[in-house]
């Protein structure tokens, strides 16, 4: 199965380069997709030495995390796709065993979980309390039994994901298709992942304003009609996951 790595990138001069070549290192049949989502810093630049290798794209104007991926999902031509963060916290080395629950039959979806492995360092109290609370109210509200909602990565069946209504411009893209899949009573599978934390000095991007954003999607997806009606596909369909 082919794998399509979606990677939205703003301001990651620095990190970009690196990642790339990481992500092209890993020995599957995949594409990866980059979108350079208003970047001012040189990451453009930087991004003209994998235009061959990759597929670039880019956004005149910042418009999100969320916006970047859906433009991608454009240009997909893989079975699976993944989502990649820019920096250097998530490792590419971890892709196979992402993608192993879904080229077995056994999943749809899969995230890869920070805590699963017991020894992941967390970025801080807050991001790590802060995550916590929003796996606990994704569990609560749609009776998910996940450990790290906000992981960096999400892994779907391509026809799944892009079946589902994303509408989120930022960061809130993860607890909106998180939202959707647990409306859809998709079931999430989670494989443990390593993590290389970044502070805010060194460059994250997270802020406390996302957190709140994150929390009012989750509350939102979960009680408001307009946005359950839009969840609910339109054509009933069997489910992808088969069981051994």
């Known amino acids: 199965m ?4 979606i990677l939205p990138v703003v301001n990651e001069a620095h990190t970009i380069g690196p990642i790339l070549e990481r992500v092209l290192a890993v020995p599957l049949d995949k594409e990866i997709i980059v979108v350079d989502d208003g970047s001012t810093d040189g990451t453009w630049e930087t991004l003209q030495h994998y235009a061959t290798a990759c597929t670039v794209l880019r956004h005149a104007h910042n418009r999100g995390k969320g916006a970047a ?3 991608a999902l454009g240009h997909v031509t893989g079975d699976i796709v993944i989502t990649q963060d820019a920096d250097l916290e998530y490792d590419p ?3 196979r065993k992402l993608i192993e629950p879904i080229v077995n039959g ?9 805590l699963l492995n017991g020894r992941s360092p967390s970025a801080g109290f807050a ?5 916590r609370f929003l796996t606990w109210l994704a569990n609560f509200l749609y009776g998910l039994h996940i450990t790290d909602e906000a992981t960096g990565y999400k892994v779907f069946r391509t026809q799944l994901i ?18 959707l899949l647990g409306l859809r009573h998709i079931p999430i599978v989670e494989v443990p992942i390593g993590y290389h934390p970044r502070s805010v000095a ?3 991007k997270i802020r406390w304003r996302d957190g709140l954003m994150a929390i009012w999607i989750l509350i939102r997806y979960r009680f408001s009609r307009a946005a359950q009606f839009a969840a609910a596909p339109t054509v009933k369909t069997q489910p992808f996951v088969r069981h051994p």
């Open 2 to 5: 082919k794998l399509s790595v």
């Open 69 to 71: 991926i859906r433009t």
């Open 93 to 95: 080395e971890d892709y």
């Open 106 to 114: 056994n999943a749809d979806v899969v995230y890869g979980s920070r």
């Open 127 to 131: 991001f790590y309390l802060g995550g």
């Open 162 to 179: 892009r079946g589902l209504p994303l509408a989120s411009k930022g960061f809130e893209f993860c607890p909106e298709v998180t939202a």
């Open 202 to 204: 060194e460059g994250k």
